[in-house]
């Protein structure tokens, strides 16, 4: 794929409602270019219309290929208008490489809304690039208008060997050495925020022993530092 495609619709002028999509499996090569971005969506590429009371089920792996960008999103790349009560079914998936994850909208505009959505999809991303860092968001990617009454039920993984990886309003630590006086750490597996104190490593190791074991992907430094 080299340009944007929705799966039932371009461009969404008037309104979808009640539509189901169920698509058992389903692996899309998205070669991305510099000059223009890229949207695979369930439903429409850009909405300026209405998307109400649909369904998707699907497991879906995207390969992102190039240097542009890549988003994959359950419904919409573009909301300009209304996605309502929609609903990413439970049993699905959307795995990609260096290719940014969302499972509603990918972008929802200045006065767009997304009202009533629900993600069950289990949604990941992986990367191995320089430059790349990876976004996963369980209903939008990136919102300038209204999100409300939504809720994500699925599992969100971004995982980046290069860069700083974000997921679910936090950055993975690339290495432990990193950590500084001051910052927030959260510890995935015993759901609390600390605080460093210390610039040393090992020194934190001491007052955090919980830290010790811990594989780098379970400790992420809070966004809001």
Same mark, same amino acid.
């Given at each position: 794929?080299?340009n944007?495609?929705?799966l039932l619709a371009?461009?969404?002028?008037g309104?979808i409602?009640?539509?189901k999509?169920t698509?058992?499996s389903?692996? +899309?090569?998205?070669?991305?270019?510099?000059?223009?971005d890229?949207?695979?969506t369930g439903f429409?590429?850009?909405n300026n219309?209405?998307?109400?009371?649909?369904? +998707?089920?699907t497991?879906m792996?995207?390969d992102?290929v190039g240097?542009?960008e890549c988003m994959v999103a359950?419904?919409?790349g573009?909301n300009?208008?209304?996605?309502?009560?929609?609903?990413f079914?439970q049993?699905?998936?959307?795995?990609?490489?260096?290719?940014?994850?969302?499972?509603?909208v990918?972008?929802?505009?200045?006065?767009a809304?997304?009202?009533?959505?629900?993600?069950?999809a289990?949604?990941?991303?992986t990367?191995?690039?320089?430059?790349?860092?990876?976004?996963?968001a369980g209903?939008a990617?990136n919102?300038?208008g209204t999100?409300?009454?939504c +809720?994500n039920?699925?599992?969100l993984?971004a995982?980046?060997?290069?860069?700083?990886a974000e997921?679910n309003?936090f950055k993975?630590?690339?290495?432990f050495?990193s950590?500084?006086k001051g910052?927030?750490?959260?510890v995935t597996?015993k759901?609390?925020t600390?605080e460093i104190?210390?610039g040393?490593?090992n020194?934190c190791?001491?007052?955090?022993?919980e830290?010790?074991n811990?594989k780098?992907?379970?400790v992420f430094l809070?966004?809001?530092?």
């Open positions: 794929i080299s944007s495609v929705g371009q461009i969404n002028n309104t409602n009640n539509v999509i698509v058992d389903l692996k +899309l090569t998205c070669n991305k270019s510099s000059n223009n890229i949207y695979i429409a590429q850009t219309g209405y998307v109400e009371d649909c369904s +998707l089920k497991n792996f995207v992102g240097d542009g359950g419904f919409v573009t300009n208008n209304t996605v309502t009560n929609c609903t079914l049993e699905s998936s959307v795995t990609t490489t260096e290719a940014d994850v969302a499972g509603v990918a972008s929802n505009s200045f006065g809304t997304v009202n009533g959505c629900k993600n069950y289990n949604l990941g991303q990367s191995q690039k320089n430059g790349w860092s990876p976004n996963v209903i990617m919102n300038a999100l409300q009454n +809720l039920k699925g599992n993984s995982i980046s060997t290069n860069e700083e997921a309003g993975e630590l690339s290495t050495s950590l500084k910052d927030k750490v959260y597996n759901n609390k600390i104190i210390t040393s490593t020194t190791f001491d007052r955090y022993p830290l010790t811990l780098i992907n379970q809070h966004l809001l530092q």
